[in-house]
């Protein structure tokens, strides 16, 4: 990566230039709407049982993957959010890069030693190999709706059926 991307990528910098921008015209300052959660508040350094039992029930759906949503750092973690995107879930985030004691606690947590993993409804539902098999064979749309979320893939389905009759 050259220097000016270094530069203009700089945490301090990007909410420098938002806040300002927001100070100048703040209609043109919007925020999207945002399908997960990139660990505003970040876990302590030390995780036990407890903790990671709050985390996985954060949400209906969460993920602990490498990177965040926007900019996923492995194939792995890639594929679970195109996975999600698909089927329009909202889901919290959980970067363990940014955390080791996350990134050791959820494999001892689960007993799965990879990343990603996907948990719905507080239970481990596996990684990314698991995920989409799941959504090849049409099992994550009967997972989502067991905790009542509808996938867009579902909804998208049922649409084309209602235009043919």
């Not at 203009?8 to 990007?14: E, H």
């Not at 750092?73 to 679970?80: E, K, L, Q, T, Y």
Request: proline share 6%.
């Amino acid at each position: 990566m050259n220097r000016i991307c270094q530069i203009a990528l700089r945490p301090s910098l990007a909410s420098n230039l938002v806040a300002s921008a927001a100070r100048a015209n703040p209609v043109l300052v919007a925020t999207a709407p945002r399908w997960y959660s990139a660990d505003a508040a970040a876990p302590p350094a030390a995780l036990d049982k407890p903790t990671l039992d709050k985390l996985v029930r954060t949400n209906k759906v969460v993920v602990f993957m490498k990177g965040n949503p926007q900019a996923p750092r492995c194939g792995f973690s890639n594929a679970v959010v195109q996975i999600m995107r698909m089927h329009g879930v909202q889901y919290d985030a959980h970067d363990v890069l940014q955390n080791e004691a996350l990134r050791q606690g959820i494999k001892d947590y689960s007993d799965w030693p990879t990343i990603p993993q996907v948990f719905i409804d507080g239970e481990f539902v596996g990684g990314c190999d698991i995920l989409m098999q799941m959504h090849q064979s049409g099992d994550l749309i009967e997972e989502l709706k067991k905790v009542g979320i509808v996938s867009e893939l579902l909804k998208a389905e049922e649409a084309k059926d209602d235009e043919k009759k």
